[in-house]
């Protein structure tokens, strides 16, 4: 069983940074995308970026240039850099394991792992 916890959420003035963390442990697959995912209050979980085990990267395109999603050489601990943060960036941030080849963070319904979540918040 995958296990997933986040850290590293906070609140920030618009323009700020801030980065998130989640430990993964618990798979031994190789072939898997790790996601990290957002919710905002009254609206649908949405995907912001993806890392598929070929080290290959996905972004919305409403992080695109801000957000830059990473993992360290044991594949255990996924990170989650995001810069100049608007108030649209408000929510609660998953990271999420699926175990596919690729990266579809448009279909969260591929990703069976979840952690319980981060909130950030941007005034």
């Known amino acids: 069983h995958v296990q997933m916890v986040e850290s590293g959420g906070g609140s920030v003035q618009a323009g700020g940074s801030l980065r998130l963390s989640c430990a993964a442990s618990g798979y031994t697959y190789s072939d898997y995308c790790m996601a990290w995912f957002r919710q905002a209050p009254g609206k649908e979980r949405e995907g912001v970026a993806g890392?598929?085990?070929?080290?290959?990267?996905s972004y919305a395109d409403s992080v695109k240039g801000r957000f830059t999603i990473s993992q360290d050489g044991a594949k255990t601990t996924l990170t989650l850099q995001m810069n100049s943060l608007q108030p649209d960036d408000t929510a609660m941030y998953f990271c999420a394991a699926a175990r596919t080849i690729y990266c579809f963070i448009d279909l969260p319904s591929t990703f069976t792992s979840w952690g319980q979540g981060t909130q950030v918040t941007v005034s």
């Open positions: 890392i598929a085990s070929d080290g290959s990267t």
